[in-house]
Each structure stands twice: as C-alpha cells, then as structure tokens.
C-alpha cells in the first residue's frame, strides 16, 4: 500500500494505493489519528485503491467520526466497483459521502 | 486439494493471501469472486490469528479444494472453541455515533460467500468457506 497525501490549505486530500487490509491499515490510522488537526475538507482518493476489508473500514470509521467531531467534511471518490460493493454490503455506504 | 499450515500471526496474512490466490488463479476464477473469497480468508485468518490462541501462538492449516466450479476453503484451529457464525450480526443501519466495527468483519463474509459451516471435532475448529467462482 502507498499513501500519498496533498495538503491545499485547509483540504486534504489521502491517496490511499494498493490493498487496505489487516496488516497496511494500521499505517492509514497513524495518518488520520495525527495529521488532521488543521484540515476541515477530508478526501480519500481511492481510484488506486484494489482492496478494503473490514480493518480497513474500521479506519474510515474513525476518521468519519472525528471529521463529524470537528464540524469538517469527509468525501471518498474513485472507488472501483468492487469496493463500492463491499461499502454496500456493510452499510457503509449510506454512513458515508461516496461520490 | 492444497493445503498451508502456517504459525497463526497477523504477519503472515500476505503468505496466506498468496497461497490462495495461487489456487484461484489456477482454476481461472473471476477477479469478483477472487476479491470475494480474499476478504473472507483475511476476515477468518485474522480472527484465529488474534483469539485461538491468545496470549500465546499455534499453527493453523488451510486447505483449498476446487470441485468443479465451486471452491472449498478450510480453516483448522487447535484453539479455544470459537463459532464465528454464533455472533449476532451488527446494525448495518446504525448511525455513525452509533456505528462500531465489531462483528462486522464476519458479516462481510457470510453476505459474500455461498455457504459457511463450522464444527468442534477433536479438539479442533473447523471452518469451511463455499464460494461458487462463476
């Protein structure tokens, strides 16, 4: 998994590539639990992204909530098929603002 | 019918993934359903890797068995007795303070494969994913 993060003022943009499972999710948490303090507009780019499970949800899950916390906004974008399945299947998909 | 026995540890997710998807791709399946059956054996894997043996670390033995168009994919455990399929399933349409991650991952797998059954025989978990490739 890559991560490669574009700061624009205020809106962060996380491009997360690759598989976001059990053993890389861990890596993804470090950057939402300490690298949003100053960022209001939260985008994950997932066009690279082939892979999510369950350990990879529980960090949406975190960074949704403390983005909800600090009155900030969330996107995630670019999903392939496959993972807009698996945001579906676990209701994921009605939790959080997929374009 | 292939098998892996491996130490149970979270590190070795990338070998077990390996072995599986050198199985599927031997029997030509579908990205869909390979995806599928990889998030199935992450979400099985991890949970003997983090509670069959806690504190302390076994092996578990997974084999795969392609009949047909359908594959079989077998966890064995020498841990403490565990049903994944006993846990009740999460509130999919909790709200988001609501929402928590727990049960979520075997959720996943029970909505994404055909079948799923486990038993207790010797000492030994045992738990088969069926999943049809096409």
């Known amino acids: ?99 | 019918m292939v098998n892996l026995e491996i130490k149970a540890e979270v590190e070795n997710l990338d070998k077990v993934t390996a072995f599986i998807d050198e199985q599927l791709e031997a029997a030509d399946c579908p990205m869909k359903a390979m995806m599928q059956i990889e998030l199935a054996v992450e979400e099985i894997y991890v949970n003997i890797a983090h509670y069959a043996y806690a504190p302390n670390v076994g092996d578990a033995l997974i084999t795969v068995d392609i009949v047909g168009d359908t594959a079989l994919i077998t966890f064995e455990d020498s841990g403490v007795p565990y049903d994944p399929l006993a846990k009740a399933d999460p509130d999919i349409n909790a709200s988001l303070d609501d929402r928590t991650i727990g049960g979520l991952g075997i959720f996943m797998v029970k909505k994404s494969m055909d079948d799923m059954r486990y038993s207790y025989q010797d000492g030994k978990n045992i738990l088969t994913l069926e999943k049809k490739l096409r």
């Open chain 1, 1 to 99: 998994m890559t991560i490669n993060k574009t700061l624009n003022e205020t809106a962060l943009t996380i491009e997360v590539e690759g598989r976001l499972d059990t053993v890389t999710a861990p890596e993804l948490e470090k950057e939402v639990k300490g690298g949003l303090d100053s960022v209001q507009a939260l985008t994950f780019d997932f066009s690279k992204l082939e892979y999510i499970s369950s350990a990879g949800l529980r960090v949406l899950l975190t960074a949704q909530k403390l983005m909800k916390k600090k009155g900030g906004s969330m996107v995630i974008k670019g999903s392939s098929e496959d993972v807009l399945e698996i945001f579906e299947i676990t209701g994921f998909s009605t939790l959080l603002d997929i374009e």
